[in-house]
């Protein structure tokens, strides 16, 4: 039977937690995840842990914050002063907000924290520095 390898075109379906068991995606509902091995179009962690698989084998992986979305960096998170903010914007704590960089790119931001003249903001990937636990069933190679 074969087995996946660099630069192969999979289908799976996939379940991804939080090591405490909380979900954060899975594509069970869904149509299976298409993606070609070794194109870096996922976490690394995750072609890795396909590698090897046949087709309609199921496993569970692990995978350091260093191999998925990298350890979080307190230089991403800021202060973004209330009085240069938009009239009527008043976000709520974990409440994700696009901004513009310096540079006119968009980019999505978490408020982190409020007080009475800023927002605490950050830029880092919601799963930035936490470990991931995915259930994957290969579905074809096609």
């Avoid at 939080?18 to 962690?45: A, H, Q, R």
């Amino acid at each position: 039977m074969a087995k996946v390898k660099e630069g192969d075109t999979v289908r799976v379906h996939y379940t991804g937690r939080l090591e405490d068991g909380t979900v954060f995606d899975s594509s069970e509902e869904d149509s299976p995840l298409e993606f070609t091995i070794g194109k870096s179009d996922l976490i690394k962690g995750f072609e890795q842990g396909v590698l090897g698989m046949s087709a309609g084998e199921s496993k569970t992986i692990r995978i350091q914050a260093e191999d998925a979305y990298g350890s979080h960096k307190q230089g991403m998170v800021f202060e973004f002063q209330k009085h240069k903010a938009p009239e009527n914007f008043n976000p709520e704590i974990g409440q994700q907000v696009n901004m513009h960089r310096a540079d006119g790119q968009l980019v999505a931001v978490t408020v982190v924290g409020k007080s009475d003249t800023s927002f605490t903001m950050d830029c880092n990937h919601l799963l930035a520095g936490k470990n991931l636990v995915f259930d994957i069933k290969l579905v074809e190679i096609e």
